[in-house]
Nanobody, 123 residues
Framework: QVQLVESGGGLVQAGGSLRLSCAASGGTFSVYAWFRQAPEKEREFVVAFSRNGGTTSYTDSVKGRFTISRDNAKNTVYLQMSTLKPEDTAVYYC??????????????????WGLGTQVTVSS
């Protein structure tokens, strides 16, 4: 059974940092991603990368502030978030897909999702 379990969310002041983790089990995936959803807004793509780390794609609003990484031995993906802003407040979801090709920024193309972890950035 495939499971993606996020952790590391919390409350932080603007300018602060958090590191999210996504522990994957039950499968091997070609692409991992983070999405987020703020209250009353649609789910938004944040970042995706290939399991081998060769290709990474960030949404413009987080470039230079967020970094995705992975520990293949632990089957865990991390999202290091720095210089956080109030507009980063959202539930953050880890997602994974089996196929490498396609649109990495489309949530519809991901087969597996975690339950999410709340990130709140106070001003």
């Amino acid at each position: 059974q495939v499971q993606l379990v996020e952790s590391g969310g919390g409350l932080v002041q603007a300018g602060g940092s958090l590191r999210l983790s996504c522990a994957a089990s039950g499968g091997t995936f070609s692409v991992y991603a983070w999405f987020r959803q703020a209250p009353e807004k649609e789910r938004e793509f944040v970042v995706a990368f290939s399991r081998n780390g060769g290709t990474t794609s960030y949404t413009d609003s987080v470039k230079g502030r967020f970094t995705i990484s992975r520990d293949n031995a632990k089957n865990t993906v991390y999202l290091q978030m720095s210089t956080l802003k109030p507009e980063d407040t959202a539930v953050y979801y880890c997602a994974a897909r089996i196929l490498y090709g396609g649109n990495w920024r489309s949530g519809e193309e991901y087969h597996y999702w975690g339950l999410g972890t709340q990130v709140t950035v106070s001003s």
